[in-house]
């Protein structure tokens, strides 16, 4: 590989590094090729990329995002396969998961989820649990109506019990005085 095409990759890397929240690195250097393809036909399905890249290179493009990832760097051992995921944290996990009873699994490494370090295989099940931004916020909402809706409800049933009651209790004063 030519210093412009080293060049050209850790561009390419600094690219997918900053524009996904959420990344994993993964060992798949056991798979065949029916497998890696395989693997990489899941991730697309799932709106995941699957790139493989050199260590070094990897190395090299941390250290110019200038990101505090010192665990995951020492994780870059032999064939590093990258999961990039713009929308969920969860979801290469989900998948390391699925693929995973086929049989064989892609070995974790470790992962950059929402600037939090994961490292080590059984962080798998932590990491397919972890709810999206999206979904946290719905939940949210949901909790903060929930008051809202239940005194709505109860305004709007008890509606005509609550106008007999103060008609009674106006009519009782009335009567008193």
Same mark, same amino acid.
């Given at each position: $590989?030519?210093?412009?095409?080293?060049?050209?990759?850790?561009?390419?890397?600094?690219?997918?590094?900053?524009?996904?929240?959420?990344?994993?690195?993964? +060992?798949?250097?056991?798979?065949?090729? *029916? !497998?890696?393809?395989?693997?990489?036909? $899941?991730?697309?399905?799932?709106?995941?990329?699957?790139?493989?890249? /050199?260590?070094?290179?990897?190395?090299?493009?941390?250290? =110019?995002?200038?990101? +505090?990832?010192?665990?995951?760097?020492?994780?870059?051992?032999?064939?590093? &396969?990258?999961?990039?995921?713009?929308?969920?944290?969860?979801?290469? !996990?989900?998948?390391? /998961? *699925?693929?995973? /009873?086929? &049989?064989?699994?892609?070995?974790?490494? &470790? !992962?950059?989820?929402?600037?939090?370090?994961?490292?080590?295989? *059984?962080?798998? =099940?932590?990491?397919?649990?972890?709810?999206?931004?999206? =979904?946290?916020?719905?939940?949210?909402?949901?909790?903060?109506?929930?008051?809202?809706?239940?005194? $709505?409800? !109860?305004?709007?049933? &008890?509606?005509?019990?609550?106008?007999?009651?103060?008609?009674?209790?106006?009519?009782?004063?009335?009567?008193?005085?």
């Amino acid at each position: $590989m030519t210093r412009k095409e080293k060049k050209q990759s850790i561009e390419n890397l600094k690219s997918k590094f900053s524009s996904n929240n959420t990344f994993y690195f993964t +060992d798949t250097s056991s798979f065949t090729v *029916d !497998a890696i393809n395989k693997f990489r036909r $899941m991730c697309f399905q799932n709106g995941l990329e699957y790139l493989v890249a /050199k260590n070094t290179l990897i190395k090299k493009t941390l250290e =110019e995002l200038k990101w +505090d990832c010192t665990p995951l760097k020492d994780q870059l051992k032999k064939s590093t &396969g990258i999961i990039f995921s713009p929308t969920s944290g969860s979801a290469p !996990a989900k998948l390391i /998961k *699925d693929y995973s /009873k086929g &049989g064989s699994s892609p070995v974790f490494k &470790g !992962a950059w989820v929402e600037s939090s370090i994961y490292i080590g295989q *059984d962080q798998i =099940e932590l990491l397919s649990k972890l709810k999206s931004k999206d =979904e946290l916020l719905g939940e949210i909402v949901t909790l903060l109506q929930s008051p809202i809706s239940n005194l $709505m409800s !109860a305004l709007q049933s &008890g509606g005509g019990k609550i106008t007999g009651i103060l008609t009674t209790l106006a009519s009782k004063t009335e009567n008193n005085i």
